[in-house]
């Protein structure tokens, strides 16, 4: 895109938008929470440090908003430098300070698809895989994949949030995902179309968060007292 052609957009933002945009981060592990929001904009969503709105007049692109005090903008501005252009990624077209205008990406996260039904094909998985280990070779560490965070439009994969993609510890979420989809949604679910309650997927969730973070601990404690026994020795 030509950032010339966004100009309007920009003056827009920093004219309307900001001053009068109020997003709070409350809580780290909480959405957050757009208190003010000046028309015409929209708000597409929250993460935990950010919102994410856009201009009607604009509908193909979105603008990233970081709440005051909260960290991230400088990493993912990273990530995005890394990544350059590839279809089943966002494109950063302009960044200043707290704030990004990305390039505007369709579809249903796979999580919402489960609920509403919706058929996944084996080709959404290829696709998030390739653009994962397209990302490694930009010296990206692909991390916190999850159901939430990729999409599926039009029969193809895509990959909504790499906020996290300098994080180099490993993280298990895209393979346990995989995992889960080859075993368990292809043979019984895919065929039948079923339709999963949220109240069931976030069960599942939060069952799948306490699991791993128990089983962390105890690889954590495993870990310590083995490299204290090598210390004694």
Known sequence: MDKSNIQPLIASIHQELIPQLIV???????????????PPWQLLGTGNYAAVVYHPEYPDLVVKVYATGRP??????????????????????????????????YGVTLYDCLHRGLRI??????????????????????????????MMFEGRGLVVDISDFLHQERCSK??????AYYCLYLPILYPLRLRVPYSLLDM??????????????????????????????
């Open 121 to 150: 094909p084996p080709q959404v998985i290829k696709d998030i895989d390739n653009a994962l280990d397209y990302a490694r070779t930009r010296g990206l560490f692909p991390h916190d994949v999850h159901g939430k965070n990729v």
């Open 24 to 38: 709070e981060s409350v809580h780290p592990h909480n959405p957050a929470q757009v208190r003010h929001l000046p």
């Open 204 to 233: 599942v969730r939060k069952t799948y968060r306490f699991v791993s973070s128990f089983a962390g601990n105890v690889f954590k404690f495993i870990h310590r007292l083995i490299r204290r026994k090598s210390l004694k020795n």
């Open 72 to 105: 991230g903008f400088e990493e993912e501005l990273e990530v995005y430098r890394r990544l350059g252009y590839h279809p089943a990624f966002s494109e950063c077209f302009y960044a200043q300070e707290g704030l990004l205008v990305l390039k505007r990406l």
């Open 174 to 179: 895209w393979d346990n995902l995989k995992k």
